[in-house]
């Protein structure tokens, strides 16, 4: 017998290391082939069904590849490298629970690196389960102290909880255990706003001597130097280092800007006043506040006061609802929406897209009745969502087009917001997303609530007072206090939101007037007069 188990075994070593070559060639269908041969030899093997999963999943074939992801994760690994895998692809559909659980696995954090650690411990804070992330960063830093990593993500988790100055010192540790690590630099440099005394531009300048030129250090650098002279205000050295910053992350992201345009088009011909009308869900309880807009634009300043509401839980950038949109279609993409997915809406089933949403999001409300949505990019969605969900709200972020543009072009994003690189796919990527809010407001008229971000900074009161009664919620004054430790923040204004809300100054985008012409040229439409 166990000549046939050795024999199988040495069968199924084959078989990975051909899946992995297809992988490696885009050769999906023969990844699939081989992944289902191997799985059918060998049905408890975990590394197999992730291999098939992650191939199904390439190809669009959602369902399929979560159900061999769900089924990985019943048989339990261990092995450090099949977990991390695991969880990665758990991940794409929101399993928490399965996440959470095979991270949990004793032999896996008996024997993961901290490497494997600190990427397993983001994979947790992604999903919104800090305190699981926390140990886990811990652990990594318990095995290696001067591990720059895992400092760094463990500096991300202390800035996420505001804080500040424990994040500060998680980042300058990383730095000193790896000189180079240029994610820290880039995190401190918008941390706290710099000053002649206290900065670190010759450091910053240093590092970028040592970055290899086209890499990932170089761009998170450039991004740094320009955050910071910008708080120095020396404005042209700024505008060189965000220029060269973005033309280097432009050149490595993915993104067809044609394609995306056409996305607009498809969803204003598509989402008609008929085609949104839906049913109410059977269990509309928590009342979903979906917060929309262009990112930098003060979504999350906005949901940071709702959730200062008694009766409100925080959501942050969930992407919950595309998951459950993107398992009834049985398709899946690698960003929110594609042609394909358009196209096969017109057959899905909304009302159990509802359904499947809510269900996820009674556990994720605690208890109570309100649940923000805190995604910007779910403006895309507004059409679907209103059809899945009527019962929904909608709070649409309202910033001057320049301003929005400008915050927009100075921000590096993960893998997110591809257009926001070049002057001229900004301006295209905004009018396009202007014009779509237009057409949300004539085929939904009532459901959107347009919260301008001069007013909230300026008139705060009197703003929230109009967001909560048209979200059905009680005022409450507590929710003003946006300088409060609790809840944590995610996003890319988590150090900012928690200051004192007060009025914007000289709008940023003014120190680069001359820069920013063809941006503002092709803006011209929008802007003032």
Request: charged share 25%; net charge neutral.
């Amino acid at each position: 017998m166990s000549g046939l188990t050795d024999v199988a075994a040495a069968s199924a070593r084959r078989l990975l290391d051909r899946i992995d070559a297809a992988l490696a060639r885009g050769a999906l269908d023969e990844a699939i082939q081989l992944g289902e041969a191997l799985v059918e030899l060998q049905p408890r093997n975990a590394l197999g069904r992730v291999r098939l999963g992650s191939a199904l999943l390439q190809r669009g074939d959602f369902r399929r590849a979560r159900e061999h992801a769900l089924t990985a994760s019943a048989l339990k690994p261990d092995k450090p490298e099949i977990v991390l895998s695991l969880a990665r692809l758990l991940i794409r559909f929101l399993e928490e629970d399965a996440l959470i659980g095979c991270l949990r696995n004793p032999g896996f954090r008996r024997a993961a690196s901290p490497q494997t650690l600190a990427e397993a411990g983001v994979l947790l804070s992604n999903i919104g389960a800090h305190a699981e992330a926390v140990a886990l960063l811990d652990l990594a830093l318990q095995r290696d102290p001067r591990h720059a990593p895992s400092r760094y993500f463990r500096g991300n988790l202390h800035m996420f909880a505001g804080e500040l100055a424990q994040a500060e010192r998680s980042f300058e540790l990383s730095i000193a255990a790896d000189p180079c690590f240029a994610q820290a630099s880039w995190v401190l440099s918008s941390l706290f706003p710099q000053t002649a005394e206290r900065n670190h531009v010759a450091r910053i300048q240093q590092q970028l001597r040592q970055a290899q030129p086209g890499l990932g250090a170089e761009i998170y650098l450039s991004f740094a130097l320009f955050n910071e002279l910008h708080d120095l205000e020396r404005y042209p050295e700024a505008w060189s280092a965000l220029a060269h910053g973005c033309a280097a992350k432009r050149r490595r992201v993915r993104y067809d800007h044609g394609e995306t345009m056409g996305l607009f088009a498809r969803l204003m011909a598509q989402c008609d006043g008929g085609f949104i009308s839906g049913e109410p869900v059977a269990n509309p309880a928590p009342t979903p506040i979906f917060i929309v807009g262009m990112h930098r634009t003060g979504t999350t300043l906005l949901e940071r006061i709702l959730a200062g509401h008694p009766d409100v839980a925080d959501g942050g950038e969930s992407y919950a609802f595309n998951v459950e949109m993107k398992l009834q279609a049985d398709y899946g993409c690698a960003g929110m929406l594609d042609v394909e997915l358009i196209r096969r809406s017109a057959a899905t089933d909304f009302r159990k897209v509802g359904e499947g949403y809510m269900a996820r999001s009674v556990r994720r409300a605690n208890g109570r009745p309100w649940l923000t949505e805190k995604l910007p990019s779910n403006f895309l969605n507004i059409g679907y969502i209103a059809k899945a969900l009527p019962h929904a709200k909608f709070l649409h972020l309202v910033r001057d087009p320049r301003e929005t543009c400008f915050s927009n072009l100075r921000t590096l994003f993960a893998e997110a917001c591809g257009y926001s690189y070049r002057q001229d796919e900004l301006a295209d990527y905004y009018l396009g997303y202007r014009g779509l809010m237009e057409h949300w407001h004539r085929v939904l008229p009532g459901r959107i609530l347009d919260v301008d971000f001069v007013r909230l900074t300026n008139a705060t009161e009197t703003v929230a007072k109009e967001v909560f009664e048209y979200c059905g919620l009680a005022f409450a004054p507590e929710a003003l206090n946006t300088e409060r430790s609790r809840g944590v923040v995610t996003t890319a204004s988590t150090a900012q939101v928690r200051r004192k809300i007060s009025p914007q100054a000289l709008p940023a985008w003014t120190h680069y007037r001359e820069q920013l012409e063809p941006l503002l040229a092709r803006l011209a439409a929008m802007l003032p007069v």
